[in-house]
């Protein structure tokens, strides 16, 4: 399948090998059936609450691979449809999460003029734990209805293979949930069975260090955000959310800046206040990332592993893209399972490690990239055409 407009350049280290014909074949924008969705009600009686969902399903109705969506500030579960109706049209289950008290209702109630306090006193500490609770949750009811004869998701759930996402308030969710620290409480708020999270527009900590709240993070993290995503609600600008990924530990955690993306790229349509049009590469870009990333870590499929690493053997701390702005695709980076040796663990590794900057013009005419050390590093290319 052909990407019109966009191509990623991987900085890679000596010793890059040739790419698999498995892998070559990878496409993680390629679709089958159509999928289907559903909607249905988690009651939760313990907390006397109602946590509304809606189910994206893969046309096979064996037991597929979960992945639940947490919507941001004022968002509910119709949200962001692209991304469950291609997660599931690959074969995932994809549960869209709708929490009460910081979802649409909180705008939608109130007067016109009102409606900012009323979302800005949403994004509380209250509805932050009642959100991470609302997952375990819907985890808890998903394995309920799997195994009740008749309903809807019955045999269809495999509960051993789930992952987490969500954008903006989402992503702050997500990120509790799957390995966040939080000072002397710890991580917590960490559910055990998730194996795997994609954060979109992640968020640092207000209070504290950065590197004490994500050091400790063991499951494979993707983070995805804009050289423009700020939100109009909180003070989430983009330095905090990109002080989120170097203060993960090495293993498997990645991610992806869109070039000129605003908050509302990650969702489905542009939001009043926006500053430019949005880039159809941006949603591409999104969707074959993260399908990537959920095949790789939810059905450890080595192929699509490979071909988030670049297809090849890359330096130990990080893969790097730069490429033309224009085009969609700011920088994409990735850490790996090895740690960074001898005097350079913590630090930027030197020399054949160091990410490559460049230029690509998407038309083959013109590459140009800069390294102190060139002959450490060799530079591969992925056009439309080998993706």
């Given at each position: 399948?052909?990407?019109?407009?966009?191509?990623?350049?991987?900085?890679?280290?000596?010793?890059?090998?040739?790419?698999?014909?498995?892998?070559?074949?990878?496409?993680?924008?390629?679709?089958?059936?159509?999928?289907?969705?559903?909607?249905?009600?988690?009651?939760?009686?313990?907390?006397?609450?109602?946590?509304?969902?809606?189910?994206y399903l893969p046309a096979s109705a064996s037991p597929a691979p979960i992945v639940l969506f947490s919507h941001g500030l004022?968002?509910?579960?119709?949200?962001?449809?692209?991304?469950?109706?291609?997660?599931?049209?690959?074969?995932?289950?994809?549960?869209?999460?709708?929490?009460?008290?910081?979802?649409?209702?909180?705008?939608?109630?109130?007067?016109?003029?009102?409606?900012?306090?009323?979302?800005?006193?949403?994004?509380?500490?209250?509805?932050?734990?009642?959100?991470?609770?609302?997952?375990?949750?819907?985890?808890?009811?998903?394995?309920?209805?799997?195994?009740?004869?008749?309903?809807?998701?019955?045999?269809?759930?495999?509960?051993?293979?789930?992952?987490?996402?969500?954008?903006?308030?989402?992503?702050?969710?997500?990120?509790?949930?799957?390995?966040?620290?939080?000072?002397?409480?710890?991580?917590?708020?960490?559910?055990?069975?998730?194996?795997?999270?994609?954060?979109?527009?992640?968020?640092?900590?207000?209070?504290?260090?950065?590197?004490?709240?994500?050091?400790?993070?063991?499951?494979?993290?993707?983070?995805?955000?804009?050289?423009?995503?700020?939100?109009?609600?909180?003070d989430a600008d983009v330095a905090s959310r990109l002080r989120v990924f170097p203060s993960l530990p090495?293993?498997?955690?990645?991610?992806?800046?869109?070039?000129?993306?605003?908050?509302?790229?990650?969702?489905?349509?542009?939001?009043?206040?926006?500053?430019?049009?949005?880039?159809?590469?941006?949603?591409?870009?999104?969707?074959?990332?993260?399908?990537?990333?959920?095949?790789?870590?939810?059905?450890?499929?080595?192929?699509?592993?490979?071909?988030?690493?670049?297809?090849?053997?890359?330096?130990?701390?990080?893969?790097?893209?730069?490429?033309?702005?224009?085009?969609?695709?700011?920088?994409?980076?990735?850490?790996?399972?090895?740690?960074?040796?001898?005097?350079?663990?913590?630090?930027?590794?030197?020399?054949?490690?160091?990410?490559?900057?460049?230029?690509?013009?998407?038309?083959?005419?013109?590459?140009?990239?800069?390294?102190?050390?060139?002959?450490?590093?060799?530079?591969?290319?992925?056009?439309?055409?080998?993706?």
């Amino acid at each position: 399948m052909k990407w019109p407009g966009i191509a990623i350049a991987l900085t890679v280290g000596a010793g890059w090998s040739a790419t698999t014909a498995r892998t070559a074949a990878y496409d993680p924008l390629a679709l089958g059936t159509p999928a289907t969705h559903s909607d249905h009600v988690v009651r939760d009686g313990a907390r006397k609450r109602e946590i509304p969902l809606r189910a994206y399903l893969p046309a096979s109705a064996s037991p597929a691979p979960i992945v639940l969506f947490s919507h941001g500030l004022g968002g509910n579960r119709a949200g962001s449809a692209y991304l469950g109706e291609h997660w599931a049209a690959r074969g995932y289950v994809a549960v869209f999460l709708q929490h009460p008290g910081s979802d649409d209702s909180v705008w939608k109630e109130a007067p016109r003029d009102q409606r900012r306090g009323a979302m800005t006193q949403a994004a509380s500490g209250r509805n932050f734990v009642l959100r991470v609770q609302d997952v375990g949750a819907v985890l808890d009811q998903l394995e309920s209805w799997s195994q009740a004869a008749g309903h809807p998701l019955a045999g269809r759930l495999d509960a051993a293979r789930v992952g987490m996402s969500g954008h903006s308030f989402g992503a702050v969710t997500t990120q509790a949930v799957s390995g966040q620290s939080f000072g002397k409480v710890g991580a917590r708020f960490t559910d055990r069975r998730i194996r795997a999270a994609i954060a979109l527009s992640p968020s640092s900590p207000r209070r504290g260090d950065a590197a004490a709240a994500f050091g400790s993070v063991a499951r494979p993290w993707m983070l995805m955000t804009g050289t423009r995503d700020t939100a109009p609600i909180g003070d989430a600008d983009v330095a905090s959310r990109l002080r989120v990924f170097p203060s993960l530990p090495p293993g498997d955690k990645y991610e992806l800046v869109l070039a000129d993306a605003e908050h509302s790229a990650f969702g489905d349509r542009a939001l009043p206040g926006d500053g430019a049009p949005r880039n159809p590469n941006h949603h591409r870009a999104i969707l074959a990332l993260s399908t990537a990333f959920w095949d790789a870590y939810l059905r450890r499929d080595e192929a699509a592993r490979a071909w988030l690493r670049g297809r090849g053997r890359v330096p130990s701390w990080r893969l790097a893209t730069a490429i033309s702005s224009s085009r969609g695709v700011a920088a994409w980076g990735a850490r790996r399972p090895a740690r960074p040796t001898g005097r350079s663990r913590g630090r930027s590794p030197r020399s054949g490690s160091r990410p490559t900057t460049g230029r690509y013009d998407f038309l083959g005419q013109a590459f140009a990239r800069s390294t102190k050390r060139p002959s450490r590093v060799s530079t591969r290319i992925f056009s439309p055409d080998s993706m």
